[in-house]
């Protein structure tokens, strides 16, 4: 009898199943224990790898999508890249309209997995025709048989973490999650997964981080849309200037708000402390956890998970940048982040 080779029959059976991590020094003298969801394990180091799969195939099986067609999203870079890496495996076009917020490097990514890149003003508001969103839907109207994905308002992205992440969560914390915490930029990951663990335990917490400059908090307070909240941030893929539809707003209990500096430095702490390499919202989400904890949200008893969303790589001209950090005024001096780390020898 031949043996079997043991091989993945292509890079898109290796999505979804990522680890969960302890959390041990970034946490140290918080109550509870606290977990952390790797989405950098995705093949396309994101949790965006998720809803791509899902949304393409959902369309496929409902014959909105054939041989051949274009794919188009808006993307701040993750789903973009995501969805240029299932439409070179299933053989679709992928257009891609994304903010000049994202870093190069993004950009670079997107071009080399076979995307066309539309790079649009980022501080426009959303119905202005040369944002992100007006520029992919005209895309849309004028390339015969496109499909739209619109992460931002599609119940699939919900659907996509309803059917995988929330299951996950739940089966590896074998339901003893007491904290759910996630970023919210469309709201699908921390929506859908609420959704699953809610559905299992309505007692599991569900705590959203925004950002300053974002309308999110405001309106899950109030359910006032208040443009007064919109202002400029650096954080890339967290945070809204538009309530997305994607959101359900109705299973989050809370959204704490953090800054562009604190998250630069949890990020580059996550490296230091845990040895894990993860990108801007990682940190905004762990420095998101150490706000709750000193509010006293946790308790000795606390099971807290976190999903951490993409890879460190992707921000090496940023969080990851000495210069990058001086220039925002995140500090002083060269010398105290970690520049006596590198040694020239001469
Ligand atoms: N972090 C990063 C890096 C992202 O790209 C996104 C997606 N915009 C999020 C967090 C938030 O995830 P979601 O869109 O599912 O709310």
């Given at each position: 009898?031949?043996?079997?080779?043991?091989?993945?029959?292509?890079?898109?059976?290796?999505?979804?199943?990522t680890p969960l991590i302890?959390l041990?020094?970034?946490?140290?003298?918080?109550?509870?224990?606290?977990y952390a969801k790797i989405e950098s394990f995705?093949?396309?180091?994101s949790t965006?790898?998720?809803?791509?799969?899902?949304?393409?195939?959902?369309?496929?099986?409902?014959?909105?999508?054939?041989?051949?067609?274009?794919?188009?999203?808006?993307?701040?870079?993750?789903?973009?890249?995501?969805?240029?890496?299932?439409?070179?495996?299933?053989?679709?076009?992928?257009?891609?309209?994304?903010?000049?917020?994202?870093?190069?490097?993004?950009?670079?990514?997107?071009?080399?997995?076979?995307?066309?890149?539309?790079?649009?003003?980022?501080?426009?508001?959303?119905?202005?025709?040369?944002?992100?969103?007006?520029?992919?839907?005209?895309?849309?109207?004028?390339?015969?048989?496109?499909?739209?994905?619109?992460?931002?308002?599609?119940?699939?992205?919900?659907?996509?973490?309803?059917?995988?992440?929330?299951?996950?969560?739940?089966?590896?914390?074998?339901?003893?999650?007491?904290?759910?915490v996630a970023c919210?930029?469309?709201?699908?990951?921390?929506?859908?997964?609420?959704?699953?663990?809610?559905?299992?335990?309505?007692?599991?917490?569900?705590?959203?981080?925004?950002?300053?400059?974002?309308?999110?908090?405001?309106?899950?307070?109030?359910?006032?849309?208040?443009?007064?909240?919109?202002?400029?941030?650096?954080?890339?893929?967290?945070?809204?200037?538009?309530?997305?539809?994607?959101?359900?707003?109705?299973?989050?209990?809370?959204?704490?708000?953090?800054?562009?500096?604190?998250?630069?430095?949890?990020a580059?702490?996550l490296?230091?402390?845990e040895?894990l390499f993860l990108g801007y919202t990682s940190g905004a989400a762990v420095?998101?956890i150490?706000?709750?904890?000193?509010?006293?949200?946790?308790?000795?008893?606390?099971?807290?998970v976190v999903i951490l969303p993409d890879h460190g790589?992707?921000?090496?001209?940023?969080?990851?940048?000495?210069?990058?950090?001086?220039?925002?005024?995140?500090?002083?001096?060269?010398?105290?982040?970690?520049?006596?780390?590198?040694?020239?020898?001469?």
């Amino acid at each position: 009898m031949k043996e079997q080779i043991e091989a993945y029959n292509n890079v898109l059976e290796l999505i979804g199943d990522t680890p969960l991590i302890k959390l041990n020094k970034i946490i140290d003298g918080l109550p509870g224990n606290y977990y952390a969801k790797i989405e950098s394990f995705n093949p396309g180091h994101s949790t965006k790898d998720r809803i791509a799969l899902h949304i393409i195939e959902e369309a496929e099986r409902k014959g909105i999508l054939k041989p051949g067609d274009t794919i188009i999203e808006t993307t701040s870079g993750n789903t973009g890249f995501s969805i240029a890496m299932v439409s070179v495996i299933k053989g679709y076009d992928c257009i891609l309209a994304v903010s000049s917020k994202s870093s190069k490097d993004k950009i670079a990514m997107l071009k080399s997995m076979g995307a066309k890149v539309y790079v649009c003003p980022a501080n426009v508001s959303a119905d202005d025709e040369r944002s992100y969103y007006q520029v992919a839907k005209r895309l849309h109207e004028e390339i015969k048989g496109s499909v739209y994905i619109n992460q931002y308002f599609n119940e699939l992205n919900i659907d996509a973490h309803y059917n995988s992440t929330g299951p996950e969560v739940w089966n590896q914390t074998k339901g003893k999650i007491t904290h759910f915490v996630a970023c919210s930029g469309t709201g699908g990951t921390i929506s859908g997964t609420a959704r699953y663990l809610k559905e299992q335990n309505k007692d599991v917490r569900v705590l959203g981080i925004d950002a300053f400059g974002s309308v999110l908090k405001k309106y899950h307070e109030t359910r006032e849309f208040d443009s007064e909240e919109i202002y400029p941030y650096r954080i890339e893929g967290l945070g809204k200037n538009l309530i997305p539809t994607a959101t359900d707003f109705d299973v989050i209990d809370k959204f704490e708000k953090v800054s562009d500096e604190e998250s630069a430095h949890t990020a580059r702490e996550l490296a230091r402390k845990e040895g894990l390499f993860l990108g801007y919202t990682s940190g905004a989400a762990v420095q998101g956890i150490k706000q709750m904890a000193a509010q006293g949200e946790f308790n000795e008893d606390s099971i807290v998970v976190v999903i951490l969303p993409d890879h460190g790589s992707r921000y090496m001209s940023k969080v990851f940048s000495d210069d990058w950090m001086l220039e925002q005024g995140f500090v002083d001096s060269k010398n105290e982040i970690d520049a006596t780390r590198v040694q020239f020898v001469k």
